[in-house]
């Protein structure tokens, strides 16, 4: 690496101006990526039904296979898991389900580190199941798919622990943004859901990449919103009780939800004793069976939650799609699906606030009340019990629909919501997930223990001195033998870094060959994974767990030559010395 090459690179990933550059690259690409998701949807759908989206088209034929009738409604979701299936098994199994958990965890635990691979899996996996008529949110994917984007742009620059952190928010709202046209509850989404922190430098890197990857998406498909509603507004202070009232049972309803969308993952790991990538065909053939009682649930269905917020449906059938849509989101992630779950809590909100205000319109008619706006306000209600993130939820339904008349009862609705769904749980539709595979992120939000307080710096040593390059075996197993750590920094003649020998590799290499044929140590370096200076003992120790026999090199500068070495031994001390001056003495 050149000096000029080093010093631009060191600029990109250290300096605050670098890092609004990022900001604004994984904007652009989560615009991109969201364009093209949402047009590899509906490509999908239009080759399987003939429709950019069936879910209001009634049981009507596929324009492809009009010979099949409603009735290709059952082979639909099998092809689609046929197709998906084997692709998530095979390169990303982390793509099966809703996403956001896992990136909630990858920033939580694994320092924003989510595989490249992902993004692409992800989006060919999601728009397959929704195109098949798996009956999932697309934003979900995105947020995955925006992350792992940003995740990516990250890891290939080499960039500390806590900026990769802040570039997945970036790719998360960057993704919500532009599948919305909602950049303001994008950037919320990333630092109440993804970052679970608000600092300054979090909310300005990631307002950046939420506004670019908005105008990007605005300039490719247009000014367009997801749902187009009529104005409501509140009549009355007298309405205030009734919306207090959807925000209750809302809570209740978004609690139900999640528990409902895991016990239904629960019965399909009990039935299933098959091979994973044929779950989601075998499945498909009773989420057919559903999509065939109640084709309203094909795909994300915002033309059915629109249609029922602005009153096309009967209080007794908007119940029923309420009900279908648990039912059908939870037996699509059941069996393997890939989608999200952020679009189903809107449409259930929506069904459940829309029933309540039919309800309470015809039990109190001069009130006047409006049962389009308690479908909004549901809306939000239910996302907020079911995700824990009210800011998010407000903001969302606000910037949906323009509509400043009802903010009120929105706030006051969501508040009462998230904290039913407190009282009956602390864990959320997300977090749920990871609790039942023994992960808990809000465990990890003490940043007060020793681990997270302190760095690497804290706690490395002096490197091993380096070896050069032409150096043998012999004087390499001479140096490892007198050296703390199984591994030694190889340099050429000029000092460069070229990576480290190991104590393995070396005993290994030397069992059984000739003298002559004998590697040189430039033949054994390899590159370890290089720690900084800054990086907390906390994610520093997850990175040894694969290296505990050899250690890591801390470098100041991803390339340069080690300044430290580290590896577990250094972290219990360093930790043990911590954690006693921390205790408090006898009184």
């Known amino acids: 690496m050149t000096g000029t090459v080093r010093r631009a690179h060191g600029w990109l990933t250290t300096s605050q101006s670098g890092l609004v550059g990022l900001a604004l690259l994984i ?20 080759v399987v039904t003939g429709r950019a989206d069936y879910s209001d088209a009634g049981r009507a034929a596929s324009l492809h296979l009009p010979a099949l009738g409603p ?4 082979l639909a979701p099998v092809v689609g898991g046929l197709l998906y299936g084997p692709l998530v098994q095979r390169f990303a199994p982390e793509a099966r389900g809703h996403g956001v958990p896992e990136v909630m965890v990858a920033v939580a635990r694994n320092g924003g580190r989510i595989p490249a691979r992902v993004a692409v899996v992800k989006s060919l996996a999601s728009a397959l199941c929704i195109g098949t008529g798996g009956s999932v949110g697309r934003e979900g994917p995105i947020v995955q798919i925006g992350s792992a984007l940003g995740s990516s742009i990250g890891q290939w620059l080499r960039v500390p622990d806590h900026r990769l952190r802040l570039m997945v928010a970036c790719g998360a709202a960057g993704g919500i943004s532009a599948t919305f046209n ?7 989404f990333g630092l109440e859901v993804i970052l679970r922190r608000f600092t300054a430098e979090a909310f300005g890197v990631v307002v950046i990449s939420s506004v670019t990857a908005n105008v990007i998406a605005r300039a490719v498909v247009g000014d367009d919103h997801i749902l187009t509603l009529p104005p409501y507004s509140l009549g009355s202070a007298a309405e205030f009780p009734f919306y207090a009232v959807l925000g209750l049972v809302a809570g209740v ?10 016990r239904v993952e629960d019965l399909c790991d009990a039935i299933w004793r ?28 915002y033309p059915v939650l629109e249609k029922g917020i602005a009153g096309g449906y009967a209080v007794g059938f908007l119940l029923v799609l309420l009900v279908g849509k648990m039912l059908a989101t939870s037996l699509t992630i059941g069996i393997g699906g890939s989608g999200g779950v952020f679009a189903p809590s809107l449409f259930v909100g929506g069904m459940l606030g829309t029933a309540f205000g039919d309800a309470a319109h015809a039990a109190f008619p001069g009130l006047d009340l409006s049962p389009g706006a308690f479908g909004l306000v549901g809306m939000a209600a239910v996302f907020a019990a079911a995700s824990h993130a009210p800011i998010a939820a407000v903001l969302i339904v606000f ?22 769904s407190h009282l009956i749980a602390r864990d959320n539709i997300y977090t749920l997930k990871l609790i039942r595979r023994g992960i808990d992120i809000d465990a990890d939000a003490d940043e007060t223990g020793p681990l997270r307080r302190l760095t690497v710096a804290d706690a490395m040593r002096p490197p ?7 150096a043998g075996l012999g004087e390499l197993a001479d140096r490892l033998a007198d050296s703390r750590y199984g591994a030694m920094p190889v340099v050429d003649d000029e000092g460069c870094y070229l990576g480290a020998a190991l104590a393995g590799e070396v005993v290994s290499d030397a069992a059984g060959q000739d003298d002559q044929d004998l590697p040189r140590a430039v033949d054994l370096a390899r590159r370890l994974p290089e720690l900084g200076p800054d990086t907390s003992l906390h994610d520093a120790l997850r990175a040894l767990t694969e290296h505990d026999a050899t250690g890591l ?12 070495w580290i590896d577990h031994r250094d972290v219990l001390t360093s930790y043990a010395a911590a954690d006693g001056h921390d205790r408090p003495g006898p009184p």
Do not use: C, H, K, N
């Not at 909602?182 to 919320?188: D, L």
């Open 399 to 420: 910037e949906l629909t323009g509509e400043y008349s009802i903010i009120l009862p929105l706030m006051a609705a969501v508040a009462l919501a998230t904290g039913i």
């Open 274 to 301: 098959g091979p994973q990538w044929l779950r989601p065909a075998v499945g498909g053939v009773v989420l057919g069976g559903v999509l065939l009682a109640l084709p309203q649930l094909y795909g994300v269905g």
């Open 71 to 74: 009735w290709f409604l059952l």
């Open 253 to 262: 309803v978004g609690w139900g939800f999640a528990r409902v969308l895991y």
């Open 182 to 188: 909602a950049p303001i509850a994008g950037v919320f």
């Open 464 to 470: 091993p001195t380096a070896v050069a390059a032409s």
């Open 553 to 564: 090199p801390v470098v100041a500068s991803p390339g340069d030559p080690p300044v430290g």
């Open 27 to 46: 904007g652009v690409g989560a615009g991109f990526g969201a364009v093209v998701f949402r047009l590899l949807i509906i490509g999908i759908t239009e």
